[in-house]
């Protein structure tokens, strides 16, 4: 019976550990990179068509999905050189993972605005809104509206 109660309390404690390591890793900030955000850009940009697409500064940033790139630790943002084209490329490192609810939000909000404004005459633009790629890969955000989109999300996460 003695041996039995040690068993028992043995087999507490190993439980214990157990579920204590389940709960660390529930409450980590899960896949933190440590890659270069400049490296990341370039992988990124190294595997699309870039011809057409132009580096927009902070101020389009704020102006095409209202977020400030000074609270992040990098935004990189690639917008079509036409008015008719929705060919957009944005990277943004967080400095917390808390802040990627903002971000996907504004993403979303952004991608509505971009499907609404092309909605009844711009089909082939539309079809590229759809395909869009959004991947949040822990304090990493890349979202790319690009025939070259999956190949762009690929590169983006080997270079993390």
């Known amino acids: 019976m003695d041996s039995f109660m040690k068993y028992i309390g043995v087999i507490k404690y190993i439980l ?44 389009m940033v704020k102006r095409f ?7 992040y630790e990098g935004v990189s943002l690639y917008v079509s050189d036409s008015n008719m084209a929705v060919e957009e490329v944005l990277i943004v490192k967080l400095k917390d993972t808390a802040q990627s609810e903002q971000v ?18 711009g089909a082939e633009q539309c079809k590229l809104l759809n395909d869009h790629v959004l991947d949040v890969e822990g304090n990493y955000i890349l979202y790319v509206v690009n025939k070259k989109a999956k190949g762009a999300d690929k590169a983006f996460q080997k270079s993390l």
Do not use: W
């Open 104 to 121: 996907e939000s504004a993403i979303k909000d952004r991608l509505d605005s971009q499907l609404e404004s092309f909605e009844g005459y």
């Open 16 to 59: 214990l550990v157990f579920l204590l390591v389940f709960v660390i890793g529930l409450l980590s900030d899960g896949n933190i990179s440590k890659a270069k955000f400049e490296d990341v850009t370039k992988a990124v940009t190294k595997a699309l068509d870039m011809k057409e697409l132009s580096e927009a500064d902070h101020r």
């Open 65 to 71: 999905y209202g977020l400030n790139a000074n609270d």
